[in-house]
Nanobody
Framework: HVQLVESGGGSVQAGGSLRLSCAAS????????MGWFRQAPGKEREGVAA????????YYSDPVKGRFTISQDDDKNELYLQMDSLKPEDTAMYYC?????????????????????WGQGTQVTVS
């Protein structure tokens, strides 16, 4: 039974930073695609970043490129999203998700239907 639990969300002023964590259990993700998505009220869920756990290749959406950093800790089975220079438009519920390894490509990583396990989300509010 795969479980993903996000933490680290909160309220922050514009220009501030937050670090999101995602603890994975029940899943050996030595080779998979792990991603962060977000959904703001009234908007569709969008891909934020992803990492190919086997190759450490990373992908970012244009709005967060240069400000967010995705990383992983294999020993702890955890995924992270360091968010710097936060903007009000970053306000959203953030979710981590796992997809099979083959979905970590520049064309596929941001497609949410490719991910088969999701966390419950953590709220990020930037004012």
């Amino acid at each position: 039974h795969v479980q993903l639990v996000e933490s680290g969300g909160g309220s922050v002023q514009a220009g501030g930073s937050l670090r999101l964590s995602c603890a994975a259990s029940g899943y050996t993700y030595s080779s998979s695609c792990m991603g962060w998505f977000r959904q703001a009220p009234g908007k569709e869920r969008e891909g934020v970043a992803a990492i190919s756990t086997g190759a450490d290749t990373t992908y970012y959406s244009d709005p967060v490129k240069g400000r967010f950093t995705i990383s992983q800790d294999d020993d702890k089975n955890e995924l992270y999203l360091q968010m710097d220079s936060l903007k009000p438009e970053d306000t959203a519920m953030y979710y981590c998700a796992i997809a099979p390894w083959g979905y970590c490509s520049s064309r596929k990583w941001a497609i949410d239907s490719n991910y088969n396990h999701w966390g419950q989300g953590t709220q990020v509010t930037v004012s």
